[in-house]
């Protein structure tokens, strides 16, 4: 028997990455049976989150504030600015504890074959930050994919026609690794980006 | 069940195809582009995961219909490093590969100028002439190769100052009419494998542009990025 709302539900479930009708149908009958109040929170949190989340106009990340508070932050160095492509890499980043400067979000990167360019990107945005005076340094912290590669090339031109220096994240053997089992490509990068011990 | 082992590749493009896996577009000598699932590749264990365009692999795959699965894969050869200007060339190439050459329609010179290319294209001097290359040889190979052995219909030979009319449905053309402009010294340049400077280089791209939009069912969209990327850098290519 096909109960119309339980069968939204599981919709609106399958909304979710990597839940499919099964895994829809088992987070449904849970919170159904077993964890009402939780259901209730969950719906909570997702309507203020979608209500209040918005882009810090300052680094273009998720923020519930016109600017972040990362990007207030007093203690951080404003003459560093890091460019990622996902909020994910700034969390990824931030646990490193290495870097102390502000971030600036692409929400993408170049990908010419899915039609993907500079005006999809958004990077007037990061353009006129760069002009702003205030940053020295832009550390391109991009992936290391050919469009993550394209991606960091291009805004280390647009950096070079502002006068800010432009440094990329090094590419090299994975800490805890044999130099046995890495791939030749990311051997040869290591190689050419090797330094004095 | 078909299976195939050891098939020298060139990823084209990759799609992401449910939460962990990718499609991949290859382009292999015996099979011309195929299209394989990589199934669990872009988990955090997953073993080799350097699946990007232009990377020269040697894979297997197994399966029956338009999308077999991976089941083996293996760097092969030289790495090739593109960067920068070199980088948006092969982006273009790749393009040009995926809008041109259907699936399974083996073309094992489309394969080879391919690898060329990517080589080439690294040194600075000689992307313009290289692309241009490999489009004249793609369009070659796929049956839409262009006359330059002689004039349209009497293939009397070609005169370097003649500025001729070339009609894709015949050939280079004496007078007027319709059909692109172009002298008959960058055809004969052309008809050697060479692209010559200045106007002559101009023409060629023009020739060859004009002969490639005639195939493509819709216009190519890194050209278009291209200009947008110019516009914002000091970038300027013109593919």
Known sequence: ?197 | MTRVSGQPVFILHRYEYGETSLVLECLTPEFGRVGVLAKGVRRANAGYRNLDPFAPLLIGWSGRGELPVLTHVEPYGIPLALSGRALWCGFYVNELVMALLHRHDAHPGIFHAYARVLKLITDKGRQDAELRLFELVLLRELGYGLILDGEAGNRVALEPDTLYRYAFDSGPCKGTGEGVPVHGRTLIALGCGQIGDGEARREARRLLKAAIDRQLRAPLRTPKLFRQISQHATLVLKP
Not at chain 1, 73 to 90: H, K
Not at chain 1, 145 to 156: D, L, P, Q, R
């Open chain 1, 1 to 197: 028997m096909e109960v119309p709302v339980i069968e939204e539900l599981k919709q609106a479930l399958r909304r979710l990455p990597g839940v499919g009708p099964k895994s829809a149908q088992r987070m449904a009958f849970h919170l159904l049976g077993r964890d009402r109040e939780g259901a209730r929170r969950i719906a909570e949190a997702i309507e203020n989150a979608v209500r209040d989340v918005r882009h810090c106009t300052r680094c273009n990340n998720f923020s519930d504030r016109d600017v972040c508070t990362t990007c207030l932050s007093v203690r951080r160095d404003p003459a560093l600015l890091c460019i990622v492509e996902s909020p994910a890499d700034v969390v990824s980043l931030e646990q490193s504890g290495a870097f102390h400067g502000r971030y600036f979000v692409l929400m993408g990167r170049l990908s010419p074959l899915d039609g993907i360019g500079p005006a999809e990107l958004g990077i007037e945005r990061l353009e006129a930050r760069l002009r702003d005076g205030e940053t020295k340094e832009v550390v391109l912290a991009t992936n290391f994919t050919v469009e993550g590669e394209a991606t960091a090339h291009f805004i280390a031109e647009i950096a070079r026609a502002c006068g800010i220096r432009a440094t990329r994240i090094a590419h090299g053997i994975p800490g805890g690794s044999e130099l046995e089992y890495i791939d030749r490509n990311t051997l040869a990068r290591a190689l050419g980006a090797r330094r004095d011990a």
